[in-house]
């Protein structure tokens, strides 16, 4: 071949050689492969791939959990995928993909604890492991699913913790009971979340609250917006009520209540508000002037994102499954401590 045609011809094949790899990289794209957020120290592939997949991935809670899985992604050496999975579609979608890309298992907060037993099976299909985090699957006869591995919170007791703040708070304070309600920002679809309520509920009426201050508003979505509309239909029911006390099962079932009563002239003087994750609260915590958000049951981020992979990499590695359930405490924070308690936590640098 003349040599001026030879260099036609290898300019030919270096340049059809690069548009296949475009091609190549956009038809991953488009396939929607969810990229890996984190490789091992070395640089070098990880023969380990967990995923990591979260119901609500702008929450600061969830994003915080991701934080602390990337860290035992690079103290590990495995790959981790992060996934927003907002809903079932996108969840079976994410696991298919997980499979096809070579994953091991997955750790996953479910959109929907009724997709419990279709994400089970569809992990079994898929030769997948599975760790439920934050919230546990609900089976076919409607009962928690024991024999799927899970790590949770103390629902239960650390929402007694919030009733009890409140009720030390309001008693600070010396507000008369009967001048004084409670708003319960609920979400009884999920059962974390009424078990983190009624535990409020329960110590507010240990303390001597009646049951007939205590008033529940349900909210339609567990996010700011959802308990903002609950609250406001609740506080034009009840007019008369001087005082508010505020819980709810997360930070933004909290927030959402306090801006509604912001809106109808309750601040720090007349309601006191505690939440639940104390990750989703800072930037109400660092305003200059206190706001009726009280505190927070600071919630471990770490144990939820770092420990659950770590149980899942051993899992994997060596065979042995973790603990079918194991649960988390919290610790209040409040203006006065959470600059000092993020820091120990890891959370926060200063
Ligand atoms: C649930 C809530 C989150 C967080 C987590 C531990 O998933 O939606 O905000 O509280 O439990």
Request: overall charge positive.
């Given at each position: 071949?003349?040599?001026?045609?030879?260099?036609?011809?290898?300019?030919?094949?270096?340049?059809?050689?690069?548009?296949?790899?475009?091609?190549?990289?956009?038809?991953?794209?488009?396939?929607?492969?969810?990229?890996?957020?984190?490789?091992?120290?070395?640089?070098?592939?990880?023969?380990?791939?967990?995923?990591?997949?979260?119901?609500?991935?702008?929450?600061?809670?969830?994003?915080?959990?991701?934080?602390?899985?990337?860290?035992?992604?690079?103290?590990?050496?495995?790959?981790?995928?992060?996934?927003?999975?907002?809903?079932?579609?996108?969840?079976?979608?994410?696991?298919?993909?997980?499979?096809?890309?070579?994953?091991?298992?997955?750790?996953?907060?479910?959109?929907?604890?009724?997709?419990?037993?279709?994400?089970?099976?569809?992990?079994?299909?898929?030769?997948?492991?599975?760790?439920?985090?934050?919230?546990?699957?609900?089976?076919?006869?409607?009962?928690?699913?024991?024999?799927?591995?899970?790590?949770?919170?103390?629902?239960?007791?650390?929402?007694?913790?919030?009733?009890?703040?409140?009720?030390?708070?309001?008693?600070?304070?010396?507000?008369?009971?009967?001048?004084?309600?409670?708003?319960?920002s609920t979400f009884?679809?999920?059962?974390?979340a009424?078990?983190?309520t009624?535990?409020?509920?329960?110590?507010?009426?240990?303390?001597?609250?009646?049951?007939?201050?205590?008033?529940?508003?349900?909210m339609?979505?567990p996010d700011i917006?959802g308990s903002?509309?609950?609250?406001?239909?609740?506080?034009?029911?009840?007019?008369?009520?001087?005082?508010?006390?505020?819980c709810g099962f997360n930070d933004s079932a909290v927030l959402g209540a306090?801006?509604?009563?912001?809106?109808?002239?309750?601040?720090?003087?007349?309601?006191?508000?505690?939440g639940i994750?104390?990750?989703?609260?800072?930037?109400?915590?660092?305003?200059?002037?206190?706001?009726?958000?009280?505190?927070?049951?600071?919630?471990?981020?770490?144990?939820?994102?770092?420990?659950?992979?770590?149980?899942?990499?051993?899992?994997?590695?060596?065979?042995?499954?973790?603990?079918?359930?194991?649960?988390?405490?919290?610790?209040?924070?409040?203006?006065?401590?959470?600059?000092?308690?993020?820091?120990?936590?890891?959370?926060?640098?200063?």
């Open positions: 071949m003349p040599s001026s045609l030879r260099r036609l011809f290898e300019r030919f094949r270096a340049t059809t050689l690069a548009l296949a790899a475009v091609g190549l990289a956009s038809f991953l794209a488009s396939c929607g492969r969810a990229p890996e957020t984190s490789a091992n120290a070395t640089g070098k592939p990880a023969a380990i791939k967990i995923g990591f997949l979260v119901k609500q991935p702008e929450e600061p809670w969830f994003q915080l959990e991701w934080r602390f899985a990337e860290q035992a992604a690079r103290d590990l050496g495995f790959t981790l995928v992060k996934i927003g999975a907002t809903d079932g579609e996108k969840v079976l979608a994410a696991i298919d993909n997980l499979a096809a890309a070579g994953a091991q298992g997955f750790v996953i907060c479910t959109p929907d604890t009724l997709l419990g037993p279709a994400i089970v099976a569809k992990a079994k299909a898929s030769n997948l492991k599975l760790i439920a985090v934050d919230d546990q699957f609900i089976g076919a006869d409607k009962q928690p699913m024991k024999d799927v591995h899970y790590l949770g919170i103390s629902a239960a007791k650390i929402g007694e913790a919030v009733g009890d703040t409140l009720a030390a708070e309001m008693k600070k304070r010396g507000w008369k009971v009967d001048e004084t309600g409670v708003c319960v009884d679809e999920l059962a974390t009424r078990e983190r009624d535990g409020a509920t329960r110590r507010l009426l240990a303390a001597g609250f009646p049951a007939s201050r205590i008033y529940r508003a349900p339609r979505t917006p903002f509309d609950a609250t406001m239909a609740l506080l034009t029911q009840r007019s008369e009520v001087k005082q508010w006390l505020v306090v801006r509604a009563l912001e809106g109808r002239g309750f601040g720090a003087d007349r309601a006191i508000a505690v994750n104390g990750t989703d609260c800072i930037v109400e915590l660092e305003k200059a002037k206190p706001t009726a958000f009280h505190g927070s049951m600071l919630l471990s981020a770490k144990a939820h994102g770092y420990q659950t992979c770590e149980m899942m990499y051993k899992w994997i590695k060596e065979g042995v499954p973790p603990p079918l359930d194991t649960r988390t405490v919290g610790v209040l924070i409040t203006r006065d401590n959470f600059r000092q308690v993020l820091k120990e936590q890891g959370i926060r640098e200063q």
